[in-house]
């Protein structure tokens, strides 16, 4: 079973940059598709963004593309969501996620992660 612990949130202003991190620990012997959700206070969980295992497919939200960047780094089981370009209402507790993979296909379900991280916090102030 793998462990998820994100870093890298915090408080910007509208128009600036935030880099988030995830790493994983444990069971990283299979291969794990993995995907940024958010969620706003009284909202629902929404799907950001999202990699295949090998890194070479990623997809997007309408909302958040040309301004976020996904990519990451299995020699160091991390992946990593680099964020320009924020507005306010990118404002969100932002959760890293993982399922084992098993055809070549990027997910944006909640349901079809089975490993979530405790999430940080993104703030950005207009």
């Known amino acids: 079973q793998v462990q998820l612990v994100e870093s890298g949130g915090g408080l910007v202003q509208a128009g600036g940059s935030l880099r988030l991190s995830c790493t994983a620990s444990?069971?990283?012997?299979?291969?794990?598709?993995m995907g940024w959700f958010r969620q706003a206070p009284g909202k629902e969980r929404e799907f950001v963004s999202g990699i295949n295992w090998s890194g070479g497919m990623t997809r997007y939200a309408d909302s958040v593309k040309g301004r976020f960047t996904l990519s990451r780094d299995n020699a160091k089981n991390a992946l990593y969501l680099q964020m320009n370009s924020l507005k306010p209402e990118d404002t969100a507790a932002y959760y890293c996620?993982?399922?084992?993979?098993?055809?070549?296909?990027?997910?944006?379900?909640?349901?079809?992660?089975?490993?979530w991280g405790q999430g940080t916090q993104v703030t950005v102030s207009s």
């Open positions: 996620a993982a399922r084992i993979q098993k055809i070549d296909i990027v997910r944006i379900a909640t349901t079809e992660y089975a490993y």
């Open positions: 444990g069971g990283t012997s299979s291969r794990y598709a």
